[in-house]
């Protein structure tokens, strides 16, 4: 088993190293989206980032996750982070994101809830395992975002 969820991940990453020039486009096309969807938001948004994971990066957790099947597993080839002034703001960015876009909900995580119900302080966001929907999905603006 150990051998073939190796020869899983070296497929996958082979993959995406042929397709990383995909992966950066889909990651400027994801932030412009991001803007985009929140271009009418009452939130103060200091900034919004994306990025593709290095390749380095993609090895390293192919290699520590172990994963069976990494297409499905794993999330985050591309990032985006919405950086806000006030906390107050996250859930109105999360619910419009939520709203436009279709949102994996097993797979996203609410960190501030987790951290509540740990009585923690600490790093606190909303992580959440987004696809484009609707007219965001077909729209000709994001072409590198549909085919991932």
Not at 24 to 51: C, F, G, W, Y
Request: proline content about 3%; hydrophobic content about 40%; overall charge positive.
């Amino acid at each position: 088993m150990a051998q073939s969820r190796r020869l899983v991940a070296s497929r996958f990453f082979a993959k995406y190293q042929a397709e990383r020039s995909i992966y950066l486009l889909a990651s400027e096309q994801a932030k412009d989206l991001i803007r985009e969807i929140l271009v009418n938001s009452p939130a103060l948004i200091h900034a919004v980032t994306a990025r593709c994971k290095e390749s380095a990066s993609v090895k390293l957790k192919l290699s520590d996750k172990k994963y069976a099947r990494p297409e499905d597993e794993f999330t985050d080839i591309i990032a985006a982070r919405v950086i806000t002034y006030y906390r107050d703001h996250v859930p109105i960015i999360s619910r419009a994101l939520r709203e436009s876009l279709e949102i994996d909900a097993s797979k996203s995580v609410d960190k501030k809830l987790k951290l509540e119900i740990d009585d923690k302080f600490g790093y606190t966001s909303v992580h959440l395992i987004a696809r484009t929907k609707g007219s965001w999905a077909t729209s000709p603006n994001s072409p590198w975002l549909k085919s991932i």
